[in-house]
């Protein structure tokens, strides 16, 4: 999971008003496939993949982050947990502190596989940190929307992280906006999760300075075409997620996904890399169709004699995005 840029702190942190101790609320937040092909960093899925965190606030001057589930052995226990940082750096864009913290997470989304693990986990810590606001001082859902794609550097994974369904995004000044499409209730999301991760960074190293007129063109009129296959008509999802911008770019730093991903297309699946890599997404149409992936997923994997071991997972859409609760003491 990335860390968190630099957040700058305020010097003047400590004379900032802190926020009620023993308050008591919990985030669980979905993973997200972004891209889906040609939406490249544009496009994004929510998917009913999630990690949940309980914030307890204290009057005892630390914090404390316990970690379980995926990758949490490796993770910092003190406010610089992504979770944390993002729930602290929350409370001092509002003009509060937390006098202590007392975070518990389970992660169930894999990390570095190109399934929104650190947009979940922001919009986890901006959603927990905008609920241990008094009320009247809370943010907008806009204001949300802009603080966590500030946090994460872009907005394709938490745009539909915290809004569920399909999001369109796009900057403007650096300002990021995003509308929620509903997708089409047949849509199936298998995912083939390797055991191999690959960091963002490296994957988007690898894109070129500039495109063709031609790929531009192509690509534009599948990321159209996409968003209406999504919506309204998933029989055209095989044409609709094909991509002319990144994927073949990336495809030496994860050749066993690649290879995956262009035989399921073959057998006239649409399936992409997810976000960054290295996972793939299929977009079944129906559970029969999404049995069908999973068994053609299974026999691609047999013949290929990459080593290392894959999760098939089947999943759903996730409608409504990360959900915020309130614990009464
Ligand atoms: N759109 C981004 C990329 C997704 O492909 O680099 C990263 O999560």
Not at 256 to 261: E, G, Q, R, V, Y
């Amino acid at each position: 999971m990335a860390r968190l840029p630099a957040v700058p702190v305020l010097p003047d942190v400590l004379a900032l008003p802190a926020v009620e101790a023993g308050q008591d609320v919990s985030v669980r937040a979905p993973a997200t496939s972004a891209n889906l092909g040609p939406g490249f960093d544009a496009l994004g899925l929510a998917l009913t993949l999630h990690d949940t965190v309980r914030v307890r606030t204290t009057a005892s001057g630390t914090i404390l982050v316990r970690s379980e589930g995926e990758g949490a052995d490796g993770l910092p226990t003190d406010g610089t947990h992504l979770v944390a940082a993002s729930l602290i750096s929350t409370l001092q864009r509002a003009g509060y502190r937390a006098d202590g913290l007392e975070l518990d997470t389970l992660n169930v989304i894999p990390h570095g596989r190109g399934l929104g693990s650190s947009a979940a986990a922001i919009v986890a810590g901006v959603l927990a940190g905008n609920a241990l606001l008094p009320a009247g001082e809370r943010f907008a859902p806009a204001q949300l929307l802009q603080w966590a794609a500030s946090l994460e550097g872009h907005p394709d994974n938490v745009a539909p992280a915290l809004m569920g369904s399909l999001a369109i995004s796009w900057e403007s000044g650096r300002v990021y906006h995003s509308t929620r499409v509903d997708v089409h209730p047949d849509i199936v999301p298998v995912l083939a999760v390797p055991d191999t991760s690959l960091s963002t960074e490296s994957a988007r190293a690898l894109l070129p300075t500039s495109v063709s007129h031609r790929s531009a063109a192509a690509n534009a009129g599948r990321a159209a075409l996409l968003v209406h296959a999504l919506g309204a008509d998933p029989s055209l999802l095989p044409a609709a997620t094909q991509d002319a911008l990144h994927q073949d770019f990336r495809a030496p730093a994860m050749l066993p996904s690649a290879t995956l991903m262009r035989g399921m297309r073959a057998e006239g699946f649409a399936s992409t890399i997810s976000g960054a890599g290295p996972s793939v997404l299929t977009l079944a149409v129906g559970e029969s169709d999404a049995g069908a992936a999973e068994d053609a997923l299974h026999a691609l994997l047999e013949q290929d004699e990459t080593p290392g071991g894959w999760r098939i997972i089947r999943l759903a859409v996730e409608r409504e995005g990360a959900n915020v609760g309130v614990h009464q003491g």
